[in-house]
């Protein structure tokens, strides 16, 4: 896997997207426990989003992934993260890098998501030495996908195969 390091931080005249901070926990536990509720990245105390991203520094050190912060010019805030990671498996998304976006559920629009994808896909692929992107957009996302429509991004048809051998669905794939 290439290093992350001469890709972090991106910016345009909305969005900063740099590594994370410590000075993002605030903002990033509106986002964590704002947007993900029910998922397994719901963070409801300052304690549990210290701890993620605590988390989320030891995996950019040890190499399993890299988790960014997107900060809104605007108010100096972050209002979400970014994470990407090569995949290994056996199934078609072999080799590709994962895109995960999540912001807070007022920026979850068009607008502020063809951004940030248009800010992160083009290096993504580059930055983890692959030849194509992956990222979920479950279809009742009709403003991410419309996004992802534009930057690029198709949706696939391949199911990805987890390591529990459960099968995942609404990937969209850049090449």
């Known amino acids: 896997m290439k290093t992350y390091k001469k890709y972090l931080e991106l910016n345009d005249d909305r969005f900063l997207i740099r590594l994370i901070d410590d000075d993002d926990c605030d903002s990033l536990l509106e ?33 399993w992934f890299v988790r960014l912060s997107i900060i809104d010019k605007s108010i100096f805030k972050a209002i979400g993260t970014i994470e990407l990671c090569l995949r290994t498996s056996d199934d078609k998304f072999n080799n ?57 991004f198709v949706k696939s048809n391949n199911l990805m195969i987890g390591k529990n051998g459960i099968l995942y669905y609404d990937y969209w794939v850049i090449d």
């Open 31 to 63: 986002v964590y426990s704002d947007n993900c509720d029910g998922d397994n990245f719901y963070y409801d105390t300052k304690e549990k989003m210290v701890e993620a991203l605590n988390f989320w520094k030891l995996a950019y050190e040890r190499g």
């Open 96 to 152: 590709c890098g994962i895109l995960r976006v999540d912001v807070k559920s007022d920026y979850e629009r068009f607008d502020m998501l063809y951004d940030i994808f248009f800010l992160i896909a083009p290096m993504a692929k580059e930055a983890l030495g692959c030849n194509s992107i992956i990222t979920k957009a479950p279809i009742y996302a009709v403003e991410r996908i419309r996004a992802l429509e534009e930057v690029g």
